[in-house]
């Protein structure tokens, strides 16, 4: 059984990233408090997927820390209590519900409760019709939308997500949005990098603003989108190039 103290809040600090000698992240510092949705804005290349990794364990930071409230439990065996969603799924070369299970019984689960766990989520997220059918074959808001439940089939406390409906088209743009909301209702932290400004302000609780490998700029959406406090923000908000 799982352990139910929270791994939240997250706290970094210092955060850097250095490859190719190059400061890629610097001196980055939030805390992401348990609940809500936060998004993570700034133009390409300021170092948002760069801090998700960070968070998530797949990077090691060349400088300072990133610390869950209960570390124990961030790692549970081989299941965290915090999971990633990437731009692009990653689905293997088998049924839809298999992939679910697969990623059940890489987290650790017992062999006996995946299958069910694994419909679970498909009925979750209405995509019960979709469960026989072969994951790679799917539309990329069909694999998107596997991609978040099979997350969800994990039960993270948290969930990271890098751009997660940037390829979309309008309506599975809204069908994501409207699963990340159903998450966030149900208690799942969520903290999202997103070009979409609209997404921003249709989601967002909070917003961290990156430039250049910093944050610059952090607080409530509805401040940040009111009353930006930086230039590069503000530029941004106004949807003038940056870089
Ligand atoms: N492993 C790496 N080695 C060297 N440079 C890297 C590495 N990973 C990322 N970068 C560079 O670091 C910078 C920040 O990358 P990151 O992917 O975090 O940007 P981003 O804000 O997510 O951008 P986008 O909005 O375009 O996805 C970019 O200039 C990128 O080319």
New binding site residues.
């Given amino acids: 059984m799982r352990d139910t103290v929270s791994i939240l809040p997250l706290t970094v600090e210092g955060l850097g ?1 250095e ?2 000698g ?1 400061q ?2 610097a001196d980055v510092g939030f805390t992401v408090p348990r609940g809500g949705i936060t998004a ?1 804005l ?12 960070l968070c998530h364990g797949l ?1 090691e930071p060349s400088a300072g820390r990133v610390a869950w409230a209960h570390p124990a439990n961030a790692r549970h065996g081989s299941a965290k209590r915090h999971a990633m969603v990437f ?1 692009k799924p990653v689905m293997l070369r088998r049924s839809a519900e298999a992939n679910i299970v697969h990623a059940l019984a890489a987290g650790g689960v017992a062999r006996r409760t995946r299958q069910d766990l694994a419909r679970q989520a498909m009925e979750r997220f209405g995509l019960a019709a979709l469960a026989t059918r072969p994951a790679r074959l799917l539309s990329g808001g069909e694999q998107q939308r596997l991609a978040i439940a099979r997350a969800w089939a994990l039960k993270p406390e948290l969930m990271f997500l ?2 997660p409906s940037s390829q979309l088209d309008p309506g599975a743009v809204r069908q994501i949005e409207a699963m990340l909301e159903t998450l966030a209702a149900e208690g799942v932290t969520l903290v999202m ?1 997103t ?1 979409d400004l609209g997404q921003a302000r249709r989601l967002a609780h909070r917003v961290l603003f ?1 430039h250049r ?1 910093r944050l610059i700029e952090q607080g409530p959406a509805d401040a940040f989108f009111a009353s930006p406090s930086t230039p590069e923000a503000r530029a941004f908000i106004a949807g003038e190039l940056l870089w």
């Avoid at 390409?44 to 801090?51: D, H, R």
């Fill in positions: 990233f490859a190719g190059k890629l992240v993570i700034g133009p390409n290349g300021s170092g948002k997927s760069l801090t998700l990794r990077l731009q890098d751009e990098a070009h990156f490998g």
